[in-house]
């Protein structure tokens, strides 16, 4: 199969096109390959891998918010990108790493994940206008996840996913929020908060 033929590149007039969209897909195309994830990710920047996973949980129906910032106990986090679907937000650490992936890394970017979303929780009700998907729900589970270049089977630390982006769309289609042994954090939303709706 050619570049053209898998959507990663367009050509008009002899001349060759390739979108933010069409990078991320030879990305991924070089790393089924067997190209090494890490010298993939050095040829990509951070903003376009969280493009990606903006992109793949929206073709997944989910409604998105991307660098979603927000305070909790005087302090100030950053969630990559939240995606919100069926009573059930993800928030994703998009890890974009050039060295390494140790089980020591990943248990520290699951802690620190895990974290992020407890703060986020207690603060729910209060930044969740941002995502007026949620103005109907009563309640939310939300589900850390950090998503990573790396060609790693995908895990559970401390409930945590670590999900590889090659595996991103398979782990949509069987994440729900009734599943046990992963690490959900329960977040009420009070509707009379969300103005206009």
């Known amino acids: 199969m050619t570049l053209q033929e898998a959507g990663a590149i367009r050509i008009v007039d002899e001349e ?3 979108s933010p969209e069409q990078r991320l897909r030879i990305a991924e195309l070089a790393v089924a390959s067997g190209v090494d994830p890490e010298r993939v990710g050095r040829e990509l920047r951070w903003q376009e891998f969280e493009a990606f996973a903006d992109q793949v949980l929206t073709r997944d129906g989910f409604s998105t918010a991307n660098h979603f910032v927000f305070k909790g106990s005087g302090r100030r986090f950053e969630i990559d990108v939240l995606g919100a679907k069926e009573a059930m937000v993800l928030c994703v650490d998009c890890k974009h790493w050039h060295h390494g992936w140790a089980p020591s890394k990943l248990m520290a970017a699951a802690k620190n994940q895990l974290i992020r979303v407890l703060f986020l929780s207690q603060v729910f009700t209060a930044c969740g206008r941002k995502l007026p998907t949620i103005a ?14 790396a060609d790693v089977s995908s895990k559970l630390m401390d409930g945590v996913p670590i999900v590889s982006a090659l595996r991103f769309r398979d782990f949509l289609s069987e994440v729900n929020p009734w599943v046990e042994k992963l690490r959900f954090v329960d977040a009420r939303i009070c509707e009379s908060t969300l103005p206009g709706f």
Request: charged letters at 10%.
């Open 136 to 149: 109907s729900w009563r309640s939310a589970r939300l589900l850390p996840v950090v998503l990573t270049l």
């Open 16 to 18: 060759i096109h390739i």
